[in-house]
């Protein structure tokens, strides 16, 4: 015959056996929330990055952007775009933060949810940006085109005075070359040798401030009209080191929002796994202001 059952003895055994994996689903709950919140933290600060970026654009009046977002209507929606994508991350951020430190399943639910349509967003804005950028292109090239011919000398302008300092501060003159300057017709009426203030050429050591309107060169007797031969300005154009500034700012947007959204990715598995964890809702948790 078996021996009589002890229940003194008998349900102690079993709980002290299933108590270990209890705490080790515990501690990777904790590993999970504490991971989450730290890549919440980030996707904040990355949110932050992105907006501002699009005031940045917005706000620009002393460089090449200035120049585009005055002309450009398409740079504008783009710089709204970033700043609307930079808020909401944000916000997305602290409502995950909230979520994984809280543990309430409604919160991370729709954390998930809006983290995944922002990822979507972000792949088909990233897309319809590499499919414009030679539409960009042109259209850099027309609004530049037109400012040159349209340049009037002591005149107060904001993007006169933009393309001036993108000339005095790359080193550089019209936009294929400095022969574009031929098409204002101001300019090229002078009797005497004038040229564009800001395409002077100065040593690397000199005072980079830039100048604005036409300069005159010394009168030389054997030098008649305004020839542009005689200028002396820089001869390169302004249009490959545009183009590689704005790819070079541009790559550090694209690197930030590569950044985000390995963050999205991550932020929604571990998310995932959190959620599935999270059986009982408690809206005391969840903060009130």
């Known amino acids: 015959?078996?021996?009589?059952?002890?229940?003194?003895?008998?349900?102690?055994?079993?709980?002290?056996?299933?108590?270990?994996?209890?705490?080790?689903?515990?501690?990777?709950?904790?590993?999970?929330?504490?991971?989450?919140?730290?890549?919440?933290?980030?996707?904040?600060?990355?949110?932050?990055?992105?907006?501002?970026?699009?005031?940045?654009?917005?706000?620009?009046?002393?460089?090449?952007?200035?120049?585009?977002?005055?002309?450009?209507?398409?740079?504008?929606?783009?710089?709204?775009?970033?700043?609307?994508?930079?808020?909401?991350?944000?916000?997305?951020?602290?409502?995950?933060?909230?979520?994984?430190?809280?543990?309430?399943?409604?919160?991370?639910?729709?954390?998930?949810?809006?983290?995944?349509?922002?990822?979507?967003?972000?792949?088909?804005?990233?897309?319809?940006?590499?499919?414009?950028?030679?539409?960009?292109k042109q259209e850099m090239g027309g609004i530049v085109s037109q400012l040159i011919q349209n340049y009037q000398d002591g005149q107060e302008d904001s993007l006169q005075e933009a393309w001036d300092y993108v000339q005095a501060q790359v080193k550089c003159c019209g936009w294929a070359s400095f022969y574009n300057w031929t098409d204002n017709a101001a300019l090229m009426n002078r009797t005497n040798i004038t040229f564009p203030c800001s395409c002077k050429r100065r040593e690397e050591d000199s005072d980079t401030l830039e100048r604005r309107g036409f300069c005159e060169a010394p009168r030389n007797a054997t030098q008649s009209g305004n020839s542009p031969e005689d200028w002396p300005v820089y001869r390169e154009g302004c249009m490959e080191r545009v183009e590689a500034w704005l790819q070079e700012n541009l790559g550090i947007v694209l690197g930030v929002c590569v950044g985000v959204a390995v963050i999205e990715l991550l932020g929604m598995l571990l998310s995932i796994c959190l959620c599935r964890h999270v059986h009982s809702e408690d809206y005391s948790k969840v903060p009130k202001y």
């Not at 229940?7 to 102690?12: D, H, L, V, W």
């Not at 079993?14 to 919140?37: D, E, V």
């Not at 977002?69 to 909401?88: D, E, H, M, N, P």
């Open 1 to 136: 015959m078996h021996p009589p059952w002890n229940a003194s003895q008998g349900p102690g055994l079993p709980a002290a056996g299933s108590s270990r994996p209890s705490r080790m689903a515990s501690a990777c709950i904790k590993i999970t929330k504490y991971f989450l919140f730290l890549f919440n933290l980030l996707f904040f600060i990355l949110g932050a990055m992105i907006l501002g970026f699009g005031v940045w654009v917005l706000a620009d009046r002393s460089s090449f952007i200035s120049v585009l977002q005055t002309s450009s209507s398409s740079l504008k929606v783009g710089a709204y775009v970033f700043i609307t994508v930079g808020a909401v991350t944000m916000l997305m951020g602290f409502l995950g933060c909230i979520g994984a430190i809280r543990e309430v399943r409604c919160l991370l639910g729709l954390y998930i949810t809006f983290l995944l349509l922002i990822f979507i967003a972000q792949v088909t804005a990233g897309v319809l940006f590499y499919l414009n950028m030679g539409k960009l």
